[in-house]
């Protein structure tokens, strides 16, 4: 089984500020056929289910702002919101498509200094 | 509007069953693979289960593996997790999701599974 494991736990941004995710997984989720990162990223608010914000480790869904962005490739990756913005207050989540089982990280918690 | 609804979480002793299910509006599930992902109180989320467009390949978590079920009824538009032998840490709120591809992009509020005596 692929482990992705998140650092750090939670963390504290000013508004307009950047905050940063990162995300490990135990063994590389690109695929050599297709060059593909088998890597997304969800956001989660209390109350609501999961929002898909970024697939193949830097694709972003239709609607989301573009000040989150996503990077990395192979085994490390990151989450990058440029300007926090007060409705980013939510649970950020990596999870690998690379292979069953599907795994997700443990989640970084994104608060307002 | 595409969405998923899920259905049938409850109160049950350890033990106990329940059968979970996921309703669609807006899209045939049984063009996509569908996938139950839950998460337990104060934890992060799990992937349980998924199931092919077809139903000829299912994958579990090792955890439920022997206990659970996915399905679907492909004529209703409906997929299942028939859930048996449920512990205590099996407590979840469980998500019904749909995979673009690979990818899980359209989840349902999920249903709640409390096991407790």
């Known amino acids: 089984d692929i482990v992705m494991t998140q650092s750090p736990d939670s963390l504290a941004v000013s508004l307009g500020e950047r905050a940063t995710i990162n995300c490990k997984s135990s063994?590389?989720?690109?695929?050599?056929?297709?060059?593909?990162?088998?890597l997304a990223w969800f956001q989660h608010k209390p109350g609501q289910p999961p929002k898909l914000l970024i697939s193949w480790a830097s694709t972003r869904e239709s609607g989301v702002p573009d000040r989150f962005s996503g990077s990395g490739s192979g085994t490390d990756f990151t989450l990058t919101i440029s300007s926090l913005q007060a409705e980013d207050v939510a649970v950020y989540s990596c999870?690998?498509?690379?292979?069953?089982?599907?795994?997700f990280g443990g989640g970084t918690k994104v608060e307002i200094k | 509007e595409v969405q998923v609804v899920e259905s049938g979480g409850g109160l049950v002793q350890p033990g106990g069953s329940l059968r979970l299910s996921c309703a669609a509006s807006g899209l045939s599930l049984s063009t996509y693979w569908m996938n139950w992902v839950r998460q337990a109180p104060g934890k992060g989320l799990e992937w349980v289960a998924n199931?092919?467009?077809?139903?000829?390949?299912?994958y579990y978590v090792d955890s439920v593996k022997g206990r659970f079920t996915i399905s679907r009824d492909s004529a209703n538009n409906l997929v299942y997790l028939q859930t048996n032998s449920l512990r205590v840490e099996d407590t979840a709120l469980y998500y019904c999701?749909?995979?673009?591809?690979?990818?899980?992009?359209?989840w349902g509020h999920g249903t709640t599974v409390t096991v407790s005596s």
């Open positions: 199931i092919k467009q077809d139903g000829s390949e299912k």
């Open positions: 063994q590389s989720v690109l695929k050599s056929s297709n060059k593909n990162n088998f």
């Open positions: 999870q690998q498509y690379y292979s069953n089982p599907l795994t």
């Open positions: 999701v749909r995979s673009r591809g690979w990818i899980m992009d359209v």
